[in-house]
């Protein structure tokens, strides 16, 4: 799994439910409710094994990209923007449940806990990246004029790509922090401590970039609607 850090997540999340400078309000477009969304695990089964589990959110990831497809194809550009939006708003919320696992796993010491948390956030992370690449794929095909609602969209996946393998990397380290201090290797939790800080400033230029890329796009559905 790659990462990027909750600790932005709350910022990042709250100016797209605020709309930005453009003032633009974005309602979920019809057929768009179902799209995106975090895939559940809270009624799994407990004898069920990682793998197992695993298997099964990456047959729901795959029913759910064929649907997602399917729901595309009749959208205008619009709406399709608005599908963007819906993802990201997704993600904060993606993001913040993964932090939540981390830190159950912390603060219980049982640290069996965390590949499932980061076997659901994978799953919803995919499910998200593949609603985005889809909306992309659809501009390209049906909307050929809107080059730049792609690209700033292709920006967009690559920052959060690399704010997820960021992440990923903070929540290794603050693991290794916790075990350091358990041990009382004080030398190597300061170093850590300074990692965790280093990483902790580049997921938040990638939160700001991310922004940015969210506030262009609330502009162009403006534009497109007047």
Do not use: W
Request: aromatic share 2%; net charge negative.
């Amino acid at each position: 799994l790659s990462a990027r850090s909750s600790c932005h997540n709350d910022k990042e999340g709250e100016q797209k439910h605020n709309g930005g400078g453009c003032g633009c309000n974005h309602s979920i477009p019809k057929g768009g409710e179902s799209m995106g969304q975090s895939i559940d695990m809270l009624q799994e089964n407990e004898e069920q094994t990682l793998e197992e589990k695993k298997q099964l959110l990456e047959q729901e990831r795959l029913e759910r990209s064929t649907k997602i497809k399917e729901e595309l194809q009749n959208m205008s550009c619009v709406e399709l923007i608005k599908t963007v939006l819906q993802a990201q708003e997704d993600r904060v919320v993606t993001y913040r449940q993964f932090e939540e696992g981390l830190q159950q796993s912390l603060t219980t010491g049982n640290m069996s806990l965390y590949p499932i948390a980061c076997a659901k956030a994978t799953a919803s992370f995919s499910v998200l990246s593949d609603t985005i690449n889809a909306v992309i794929e659809q501009l390209t095909a049906a909307h050929n004029n809107k080059k730049l609602l792609s690209k700033i969209m292709v920006k967009l996946q690559k920052e959060e790509k690399e704010k997820l393998n960021l992440t990923a990397a903070l929540h290794l380290e603050k693991i290794r922090e916790q075990g350091t201090l358990v041990e009382g290797d004080e030398r190597t939790a300061s170093l850590l401590s300074e990692a965790i800080t280093t990483l902790t400033i580049k997921i938040t230029r990638c939160v700001q970039n991310i922004n940015e890329f969210i506030e262009e796009l609330r502009c162009e559905a403006m534009e497109e609607q007047e």
